[in-house]
């Protein structure tokens, strides 16, 4: 299997640089690595190219959800919902290990006007409940063989002891719905890992700055600038056939370079979370909708990890770059959690919160966010790049498909599209894999809880973080006292999944920058250490490092 590491990203940008790629793809996001992977098992030569570290943006802030999108029902986003029901069974069926079920409970309250953004607020609340019966109903229905389960009601008693959070008065009756859960991060890593298996070549924190063209005028190059920590801001040109620019919020900039005027028309709208103790809310393991909020959105509240997720917000702009949540979106989650709850909330108990922006597509005659259209769009401009922006998480497998036909169109191919049924890293023999996992992680001395942990983050691939500890046991350390990552996943992510930073590994191969209650600002110093012994840092670097990352943790703790 060819690793991702330091060398290997240098000697891939290289190759890029001398033979060239069939497709190249900007952006290292969810969107860009599924078109990655489809492109290459049709058999493109492949190559993609991320300005930061992959999942940096959007893909690392979502509320971790594989799921339909239930709230777009009522907007009669019906295309949308089904198509995200048939990817949702897929994913759980390609990457077990990475998305699993996850139970969400709907509460009704006799205050309950418009649960879940339903259109209609029917007198005195009469017939609610038939409403969203036939809603859910529906939804089971657009899923169609990749149902995860089917609906159904919930006495008060029953709401209550699935969800001893919420408070019990006024409470009628309640729904009990499936979705999907993941971690978007691992789940971008696991989908560049299945593309370099099949001879991807990728690489991070490498920018592209503008594009060459041929005679007539079409891109044939894209100028790169690498941007890692040694990198030395060394350019280089990549010529490619096809050029994808799969780049989010950011995909107008990159039109733009092009010389041709963006068509994509992007409003970016934030989404903020809160991260919690579960103990602190009395959270179950079944995840809670709030029905409704002031201004006619929805708040999920679920269970991820050692923690509890509560979001999202939907708001203007900002930042790009730097999303973070600010004093009015903590309010925001705060007000309407605590008139769910039983337990109030303070902002003392804040783990901590994050926020990303979501590439929302406006509609013709639209202004508000909430009215943007969450579909995706793929448009070609006249010099030949394709860019595509918009969808959610769960449809990204879709969204490069449809892309990936574009170009075997433009090239007058017809590859059929393998990814719907191909497995992810890491799900090989899943879950027989899973039962030798967990039983050698005993027997190397590693709690049932960090065995859980790896085989969740890493799937089959987790026997290459325990021969790690096999080899030196202080690798089995825990890298924070309450979580059950442990040190050898440093060393994993920089021999195996190219981290060059310690916010590369902090934050998102280990996701301790939201998890942990310092945001792994202790593990730091462990982790610049192991990654300097490996990409031959010296004492500055490693201090340079270190105090990086403490100044991105902070965002963590913006608004809070």
């Known amino acids: 299997m060819q690793a991702m590491t330091a060398e290997q990203r ?10 060239g790629v069939d497709v190249l793809v900007i952006g290292g996001g969810i969107t860009g690595a599924g078109i990655a992977l489809d492109a290459v098992t049709r058999g493109y030569r492949v190559g993609l190219v991320e300005k930061n570290d992959f999942a940096s943006g959007t893909s690392s802030w979502s509320t971790k959800l594989v799921h339909g999108g239930i709230r777009y029902l009522p907007q009669g986003d019906v295309p949308l919902v089904h198509e995200a029901l048939v990817e949702r069974g897929r994913l759980l069926k390609n990457a077990p290990h990475l998305v699993h079920p996850l139970e969400f409970v709907l509460p009704l309250y006799s205050t309950s006007r418009q649960p879940v953004g339903l259109p209609i607020a029917p007198p005195g609340g009469l017939g609610l409940g038939m409403l969203l019966d036939l809603g859910l109903s529906m939804y089971d229905l657009l899923a169609g063989s990749q149902n995860v389960e089917r609906h159904h009601r919930l006495s008060r008693e029953e709401v209550l002891q699935r969800a001893p959070c919420l408070r019990p008065d006024d409470l009628t009756q309640g729904f009990l719905y499936a979705d999907g859960q993941t971690d978007d991060t691992r789940l971008v890593i696991a989908i560049l890992r299945s593309a370099v298996m099949v001879g991807a070549r990728l690489a991070n924190y490498a920018q592209v700055v503008g594009f060459e063209r041929d005679a007539d005028g079409q891109l044939s190059a894209a100028q790169v600038q690498l941007t890692g920590p040694q990198d030395g801001g060394r350019e280089m ?4 056939r096809h050029i994808v620019n799969a780049t989010g919020v950011f995909a107008e900039t990159v039109e733009a370079l092009s010389g041709e005027t963006p068509q994509l028309d ?5 989404g903020v979370h809160l991260v919690l103790r ?13 029905p409704e909020t002031d201004d006619g959105r929805i708040i999920f509240l679920v269970p991820w990890r050692s923690r509890v997720l509560v979001g999202t917000t939907d708001t203007g702009s900002g930042d790009l770059d730097h999303p973070r949540a600010d004093a009015a979106d903590v309010d925001y989650l705060l007000s309407h959690l605590n008139r769910s709850v039983t337990r109030p909330v303070t902002r003392e108990q804040i783990v901590s919160t ?8 406006r509609l013709r005659h639209s202004r508000t966010p909430a009215r943007l259209s969450r579909s995706h769009a793929i448009v070609e401009n006249a010099a030949g790049l394709i860019s595509i922006s918009g969808g959610k998480l769960t449809t990204y497998r879709s969204m490069a498909q449809e892309v990936v036909d574009r170009i075997d169109e433009r090239a007058g191919r017809h590859t059929p599209c393998a990814t719907e049924e191909w497995p992810l890293a890491g799900a090989e023999d899943w879950p027989a894999a ?5 039983a050698r992680a005993g027997q190397l001395g590693l709690s049932a809880a960090t065995a859980a942990h790896l085989a969740g983050s890493y799937g089959a691939l987790a026997h290459a973080v325990l021969d790690l500890v096999a080899a030196d046991s202080s690798l089995a350390a825990p890298l924070a006292p309450d979580l059950p990552a442990i040190r050898a996943e440093v060393d994993y992510a920089v021999l195996a999944e190219l981290a060059l930073t310690v916010t590369d590994v902090l934050e998102r191969r280990l996701r301790l920058g939201i998890e942990a209650v310092d945001h ?5 110093p462990y982790v610049a250490e192991r990654l300097g012994r490996h990409l031959g840092w010296d004492a500055a670097m490693r201090e340079a490092q270190i105090a990086a990352y403490a100044h991105y943790a902070a965002m963590h703790d913006a608004g809070k």
């Open 266 to 270: 992007i409003q970016p709208s934030k």
């Open 10 to 19: 240098l000697a891939d940008l290289e190759a890029m640089e001398r033979e």
């Open 354 to 361: 994050y926020a990303g922006y979501r590439p929302l597509l």
């Open 434 to 438: 899973e039962e030798a996992l967990r």
């Open 237 to 240: 040109i990549i010529p490619a």
């Open 520 to 524: 792994g600002i202790s593990a730091a």
């Open 278 to 290: 579960r103990e602190d809310l009395a959270m179950g393991d079944d995840a809670v909708v709030l």
